[in-house]
């Protein structure tokens, strides 16, 4: 278990925390929920569906996280409400990620924070959690990181490999940080200033499959972004 060193009321939750006796007392209501996701992170993330649309496991770093100790889990209580008071709460978790995992050291990749928000009721869930993500995602992308909503609606976006697949479903919602890797441009492509954030950090380093399609994004955009080792964003 990590705490933050500035805020004690924050905690960063591993597996082997799981024994009700070592979580903190705030949290040990919260043990169901927490055992869930880890489970969910063992299973569904690191296994293969049948409606993904291509081979391998739903989420290819989910097992090496969890085998690394590099999957965190942390708790919002209460009922989310979408607003400032949301967007710090996300914004101090971003900058706890952005400590804890320098984009230069190599385990920054397996890692990831997942902020869960059990007390959600149900209806409001998609509401809260989605419109959070959207409105945030921006701004994660410019630090080279990535904002994900997890939710049992689930999220309408569909898998990149079949469209009809809903793959961000999990049994507690949630919002989760993770860096950005080479493969994530089709999640930014809509957006001119994700793109170019995405230029800015993998300019030099994308993908095969996805180079066409980057290339004419970047023509059509007119965008004339350096490459990574040029820039700013995920620098040592």
Known sequence: MLTHPTDPSRVLVERSDLDP???????????????????????????????LGRA??????????????RFFLAVQPGTPTEGPQLAATLRFYRNWFLDLAPRRLPAAKLTTILLLFPDAPHDEVSRVVDAVQNALKSEYVDEGLMLGEFHNGPPPKGGLWNAAFRPLR????????????????????????QTRAYLRLFGDQIPGPLREQ??????????????ADQAGIGAP
């Open 214 to 227: 980057v290339e004419n994004d970047r023509l059509a955009l007119e965008l004339t972004e350096p490459c």
């Open 170 to 193: 999990s049994p507690v919602p949630m919002l989760v940080v993770r860096h950005m890797v080479p493969t994530d441009y089709p999640f930014l492509r809509d957006d001119t200033e």
């Open 56 to 69: 391998g496991n739903v989420c290819p770093f989910a097992q090496p996280s969890l085998l690394q100790g």
């Open 21 to 51: 006796l070592a979580l903190p007392a705030q949290l040990r209501r919260y043990e169901i929920h927490l055992r869930a996701i880890f489970d969910w992170g063992q299973g569904y993330l690191s296994s293969p569906h049948p409606e």
